[in-house]
């Protein structure tokens, strides 16, 4: 089988595939929001579709593409790792791609993390690190915030602050506590009640790009070991470059206990997670022969995965794209903030790095106020669609709404963008919320579109 020829041959399938076997409703929110492209190649920052027009990915695969797609190096490192006929996933044996890329990660990251885990994915290794927590400290109980995302597993889904996602998957795990984000005094409150395992928080919140305060990471790292209970960095979409550092936990000058990673680890290619820890977390759950495979991931430590890891890390260090993430991000910033004065719907613009939002509020004039009661009487956070969706019809720019029921559209561009892709996007997103600011109009239109669009789509489908 040859799968160029295959992909050749069958190459306009892929929505009418996915709606006989794969999600459909996926399929019709596609159709209806006008996204229902055929790419068929992606290099950078760019996808292009069967007409070789361009479009600026500014969502990178939720964070995945930080290095762009099908970065040469990565895929040069990968061909020779096949090419090696290496044994791979002997189980009863250890892996010398998974030491080194161990290696590279306990040197990386922050001070006093010593031992890895590896997983296929982002939610396994907040999975891996519930786990340890209740082990190791021999308590149950873990702390998380409201709004915030560590995953769709089980686990990773009770320690998720969204309701949207939970409801109808009850029960859940037992054991888990929601607080505030951003409050010191409700997670002292339940530190304080005992029998708490852990604190699980993302450095910065990512469905919104909510930034804490100074004092909140370390004051909380502190009282969480006043109490005896563990903190776990959730780094999964910050880390690895991403908000101009590292580790986003650097901003702060904090020190984990546990630091899961994964997205960006991939180079875009092999599926990988990673659990960085303390060295006696480890110790405590893995504290007898007989308790070697106590946890594990069959596919975890991979070859592939182990090798696109270290090519990864080889390439955001040799291209600087951690200090190029710091610079073009704040450009980025100090350039659309000035639009808050200029638009009276946009509330704020703020991000660290390349995690940028735009957050927009009820405009006070008549006629605006108007148009942003048209949308969001018809749907919760469709006024933010008035904005990704001209963005990607009109200027071929993919974006994202920052969480369900959500007036914040979210940018997690690759690292590597150029002056270029950063005038395409600031010109466009200054287009598209002038558009948005000629009043009901505007807002009539764009409604009667989606629906007109969601009724063909039903009628097709």
């Known amino acids: 089988m040859k799968i160029q020829d295959l992909i050749q041959n069958r190459s306009k399938e892929n929505f009418a595939l996915h709606d006989k076997y794969l999600n459909s409703q996926m399929v019709k929110v596609l159709k209806t929001i006008d996204f229902d492209r055929h790419y068929v190649r992606a290099k950078g920052a760019y996808l292009f579709d069967e ?43 250890v892996s010398l791609l998974a030491g080194l890329l161990a290696e590279k990660l306990v040197k990386l990251t922050p001070n006093g993390l010593d031992r890895v885990f590896f ?40 320690a998720t602050g969204d309701d949207h996602y939970k409801k109808g998957f009850g029960p859940l795990v037992p054991d888990f506590i929601e607080i505030p984000f951003n409050d010191l005094e409700a997670l002292e409150q339940v530190l304080a009640e005992g029998e708490v395992a852990a604190f699980i928080t993302e450095p910065i919140q990512g469905h919104g790009v909510w930034i804490p305060d100074d004092n909140y990471l370390p004051e909380a790292a502190r009282l969480v070991r006043k109490y005896g209970a563990l903190f776990i ?20 000058s904090v020190e984990p206990d546990i ?15 990673a659990l960085v820890c303390k060295e006696w977390i480890f110790d405590r759950v893995f504290n007898r022969m007989d308790r070697a495979v106590i946890h594990g991931s069959t596919f975890g430590k991979n ?19 951690i200090e190029h993430s710091a610079r073009t991000g704040a450009a980025i910033l100090d350039t659309l903030t000035p639009l808050i004065q200029k638009y009276e719907c946009l509330k704020e613009v703020r991000g660290k790095g390349m995690m940028i939002a735009l957050e927009f509020t009820e405009p006070k004039s008549l006629m605006l106020k108007l148009s942003w009661k048209i949308l969001e009487s018809a749907n919760k956070g469709l006024f933010s669609q008035l904005i990704t969706v001209p963005l990607f019809r ?35 997103i200054n287009d598209v919320i002038a558009k948005a600011h000629r009043g009901p109009l505007t807002a009539l239109s764009f409604s009667r579109q989606l629906a007109t669009r969601a009724l063909r ?3 097709s489908i």
């Open 394 to 428: 009109e200027h071929r720019i993919l974006s994202q709404v920052a969480g369900h029921g959500m007036n914040i559209v979210k940018f997690i561009p690759p690292l590597i963008l150029t002056e270029s892709d950063v005038e395409w996007m600031v010109s466009a």
């Open 303 to 321: 070859n592939l995965a182990m090798a696109a890891g270290l090519a990864t890390l080889e390439v955001l260090e040799s291209e600087n794209l």
């Open 457 to 459: 789509t039903k009628l």
């Open 233 to 252: 960095a959730d780094e999964i979409q910050t880390g690895l470059g991403r908000t101009g550092k590292w580790w986003a936990v650097e901003h702060w």
């Open 259 to 273: 630091l899961c990673i994964s997205k960006t680890l991939s180079g875009g290619f092999v599926p990988v997670g």
């Open 119 to 158: 997983a296929n994915s982002g939610t396994e290794t907040v999975e891996a690190a519930i786990k340890f927590s209740r082990y190791a400290t021999g308590k149950s109980k873990i702390i998380f915030c409201h709004g915030c995302y560590h995953g769709l597993s089980l686990g990773s889904l009770s």
């Open 51 to 93: 007409q070789d027009n361009r479009y600026l990915d500014l969502l990178s695969g939720f964070g995945v593409f930080a290095l762009g797609r099908n970065h040469a190096e990565i895929v040069e490192v990968l061909k020779s790792t096949l090419d090696a006929d290496l044994p791979n996933l002997v189980q009863l044996d």
